[in-house]
C-alpha cells in the first residue's frame, strides 16, 4: 500500500459528527433551562406575598394618606438589646408618642419563614416585647394608629450584629 492509500485508511483524526453536535446543544441549553427552573422555583418559594389586593385602588388613596401620614411627624426607631425588641415613637418635638393601638410583624426583609407577631407593652415612651433575633437584618412592619384615628404604616430595619 502507498502512503497515500494509508493515510486515507486510517482515522487519526476526530471528527465533529452531527450527535455531537446535538449532545453539546442539548448539554448547554438544558443546563440553562435546569438553572432558569431553580431559580424560579426558589424566587416563588420565597415570595412574601402581596403588599396590596388591588395595587390600583390602594393607589386612589395613597397621597392622602401619606399626607396624614407625614402631618403626624412621627420618627420611629427600633433596637433588639437582651432578647427585647424596643419601639420608640416621637413626634416633631421629639416627645414620645402613646397610640391607640400597634399592630407589628417582625421578620426577615426576604422571606415570612420566620415571622413573628409581637405583643408590645407601652412603659416611659418605650414599646417593648421579648424578642430574640438571630444575627441580620430584620424588619419590623408596623401599623399604629394614632389618637386622631390617624392610620401610621412604617418598615423599619433592624440590624443584628
Known amino acids: 500500500m502507498s502512503d497515500a492509500s494509508n493515510a486515507r485508511g486510517t482515522r487519526d483524526s476526530w471528527e465533529l459528527k452531527g450527535w455531537h453536535v446535538l449532545a453539546i446543544f442539548l448539554t448547554f441549553f438544558g443546563t440553562i433551562i435546569s438553572v432558569n427552573l431553580f431559580m424560579a422555583s426558589k424566587a416563588i418559594g420565597t415570595f412574601p406575598g402581596l403588599e396590596a389586593k388591588n395595587g390600583f385602588v390602594a393607589s386612589q388613596s395613597?397621597?392622602?394618606?401619606?399626607?396624614?401620614?407625614?402631618?403626624l411627624g412621627w420618627t420611629v426607631g427600633a433596637r433588639q438589646a437582651d432578647g427585647v425588641l424596643e419601639i420608640t415613637i416621637v413626634d416633631g418635638t421629639g416627645a414620645p408618642v402613646q397610640v391607640a393601638t400597634l399592630d407589628a410583624i417582625g421578620g426577615r426583609p426576604t422571606h415570612v419563614n420566620e415571622d413573628r407577631i409581637p405583643e408590645f407593652t407601652y412603659r416611659m415612651g418605650v414599646y417593648s416585647t421579648p424578642m430574640d433575633l438571630s444575627d441580620g437584618n430584620w424588619d419590623v412592619r408596623l401599623v399604629a394608629l394614632a389618637m386622631n384615628g390617624t392610620e401610621f404604616r412604617q418598615r423599619v430595619p433592624v440590624v443584628i450584629d
Request: aromatic fraction near 10%; charged fraction near 30%.
Open 62 to 71: 395613597f397621597q392622602e394618606r401619606r399626607a396624614a401620614q407625614v402631618a
